[in-house]
C-alpha cells in the first residue's frame, strides 16, 4: 500500500519532483510506503516528514488507485492533507511547486499519480 498527499492551497496543489535517477524527473504527490503496523495516515505523516521535513495532519481519504502495469502493481490511496509546518527541506525531491490543478495533466507524472489527477479534474 502506497500513501498520497494532496495538500490544496488557493486553487493549486503542491506537487514534489523526485531526483534524477530510478524514477528521478517524475512529479508526483508527496507520499511513500506504509509501513508493517502503520494506519495509512500515520504513514503519511511519517513520509512527509522525512521527504519535506515537514508536519502535517492526514485529512479524508480522497480516492484510491489499484494500478496494476507491466513493472508495478500498487494501491494507491490519496488523502487530504493540511500542513502544520512550512518549512520544506527537499530530503528525495529537487523541486517543489505549487501548481494549478487544471495544468497538472501537462506535466510527467507517474501513471498512478495521473489518475489522482483524473479524480481531481473530473470527480471520477
Not at 487544471?102 to 470527480?123: K, N, Q, V, W, Y
Amino acid at each position: 500500500m502506497v500513501v498520497a498527499a494532496v495538500i490544496e492551497r488557493e486553487g493549486k496543489v503542491l506537487i514534489a519532483r523526485r531526483h534524477k535517477g530510478g524514477i528521478g524527473g517524475v512529479w508526483e504527490f508527496p507520499g511513500g510506503k506504509v509501513r508493517n503496523g502503520e494506519t495509512p495516515e500515520h504513514a503519511l505523516e511519517r513520509e512527509l516528514a522525512e521527504e519535506l521535513s515537514i508536519q502535517a495532519h492526514t485529512g479524508e481519504w480522497l480516492y484510491t488507485v489499484p494500478y496494476r502495469g507491466e513493472k508495478l502493481s500498487l494501491d494507491l490511496y490519496a488523502y487530504r492533507v493540511e500542513l502544520i509546518t512550512e518549512s520544506f527541506v527537499l530530503n528525495d525531491h529537487d523541486e517543489l511547486r505549487w501548481e494549478e490543478i487544471a495544468r497538472l495533466d501537462e506535466m510527467m507524472f507517474s501513471e498512478p499519480d495521473r489518475l489522482i489527477i483524473r479524480f481531481l479534474l473530473t470527480g471520477e
